[in-house]
């Protein structure tokens, strides 16, 4: 056994002050069990914990690493920009410099404003939805993760296409019932609602493929509908692309599958790990929000310059680098390695993967919503996730998140990567 040593004592100290020691539920373990890591560094595409353990690292942050850990044209400018101050709550050309080059690859958000999270980023945008079709109910999909603003912490109430319910505590029922929560992937529910209640909707808000149930892609046709069904009834549709962003394609989903959203949010990659979000849009819609008109979005360290720098590095580097579709082979190798591992070990996978994003469900499946999702055996998941832990493999804690490549994962590591595979799924 690895000495965990180091990172179960300041996993104590953590609990004395700070709820379940993680300021994010997720890296408590819970879904696996034992005890989280303790990072101490990340360079490339290695993590070492507090014991000195090192790690080929899959999370990357949960996600915005594209570039690995510390790469260093990234930490260079931001320690550049950091010696010129850290903020001053005017504007910079950085800002602007940012918008030039998410628009270049996101060419429907015509202007675009920076938040400091993707939770910032969802909410803002749906309030800019609220403030310009003057409507109120909002729809989601079980099993997409928008943050944790109050209206989109809410679950679907018996019988699929209901009125929401608070999916946490503390948040109004009254506020709740202002959220639809349909299955996703079911074209059928999502026409019969947008027929019946269309005209009410100020957006239907989805993750264009599913990241945050593990990975659940769309179904043929599925988005069509779903362009089809909001503008039908003049509702907007907000392609929540905060994980997807420069991870299934350098243009997300929208440049994937050739749909233009009306409003967009955007986070993770973009901020090249700093606290960065975006949302944006066409131009009209846009011009809802203040100075220009009535909704009201601000923040004091919104388009903070060291974030800025570490995001105006990040995506040129995307660019010069030709990311993410450059990380396709390595996917293709990961996804198909993963498989055969499995499969030689008797383990029944249902494996999933777009561009630099990759899920391996314990379940025949196929997975093609949350109800789908949650039949995995998720005992067997957290056996998987300690043995590859144990090999030096670190994956996300859950079987409902994704693993992401970043371009400083070697076809060699990817190699070691699937021999931990082999072992574990005979281990397990
Ligand atoms: C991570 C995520 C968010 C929330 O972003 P935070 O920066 O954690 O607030 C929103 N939507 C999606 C699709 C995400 O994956």
Redesign the pocket.
């Known amino acids: 056994m690895t000495s965990r040593v180091r990172s179960e004592a300041l996993f104590q100290a953590a609990q004395k002050r700070i709820p379940g020691g993680v300021d994010s539920p997720v890296r408590a373990f819970r879904g696996v069990g034992g005890s989280p890591l303790f990072i101490d560094r990340g360079e490339g595409s290695r993590i070492w914990d507090a014991d000195g353990n090192e790690y080929i690292d899959y999370v990357l942050s949960?996600?915005p690493l594209i570039l690995g850990h510390a790469h260093p044209r990234v930490v260079a400018v931001v320690r550049e920009a950091a010696g010129r101050g850290t903020s001053y709550g005017a504007p910079t050309a950085a800002e602007t410099e940012l918008a030039e080059l998410v628009q270049e690859a996101y060419p429907s958000m015509e202007l675009l404003r920076f938040v400091n999270?993707?939770?910032?980023a969802?909410m803002s945008a749906l309030r800019v939805a609220r403030g310009f079709t003057g409507r109120d109910i909002i729809v989601k999909f079980e099993g997409c993760?928008?943050?944790h603003a109050d209206g989109l912490l809410v679950k679907a109430g018996s019988g699929g296409a209901t009125l929401g319910i608070p999916d946490s505590a503390g948040v109004p029922a009254d506020y709740a019932r202002n959220t639809i929560t349909l299955p996703y992937n079911d074209a059928e529910a999502l026409e019969n609602l947008f027929l019946r209640e269309g005209k009410n909707i100020a957006a239907l808000i989805l993750?264009p493929v599913g990241?945050?149930m593990g990975l659940v892609p769309p179904e043929a046709g599925f988005m069509e509908m779903v362009r089809r069904s909001t503008k039908g009834s003049n509702s907007l549709l907000i392609f929540?692309e905060?994980?997807t962003g420069f991870r299934v394609a350098r243009g997300g989903a929208q440049s994937l599958f050739g749909i233009q959203p009306d409003l967009t949010?955007l986070?993770?990659v973009i901020g090249g790990g700093m606290p960065v979000?975006a949302y944006g849009g066409r131009r009209e819609v846009m011009e809802v929000v203040s100075p220009l008109g009535p909704v009201y979005q601000a923040g004091t360290l919104s388009g903070n310059p060291l974030a800025m720098a570490a995001g105006v590095e990040t995506l040129r580097i995307i660019k010069e680098e030709g990311l993410p579709e450059a990380l396709e082979d390595r996917g293709r190798r990961l996804e198909e390695g993963m498989a055969e591992a499995a499969r030689r070990a008797g383990v029944a996978t249902w494996g999933a993967r777009r561009g630099s994003m990759f899920c391996t469900f314990f379940q025949e499946g196929p997975v093609r919503d949350f109800a789908d999702a949650q039949r995995s055996d998720t005992e067997k998941f957290a056996r998987f996730f300690h043995a590859m832990l144990e090999r030096g493999v670190a994956l996300a804690p859950s079987q409902f998140e994704v693993g992401f490549l970043s371009s400083a994962h070697t076809e060699a590591e990817i190699e070691t990567t699937l021999e931990a595979a082999r072992e574990a799924f005979a281990a397990i």
């Open positions: 949960w996600g999270s993707g939770t910032e969802t993760y928008h943050g993750e990241g945050n929540d905060v994980m949010t986070g993770k979000g």
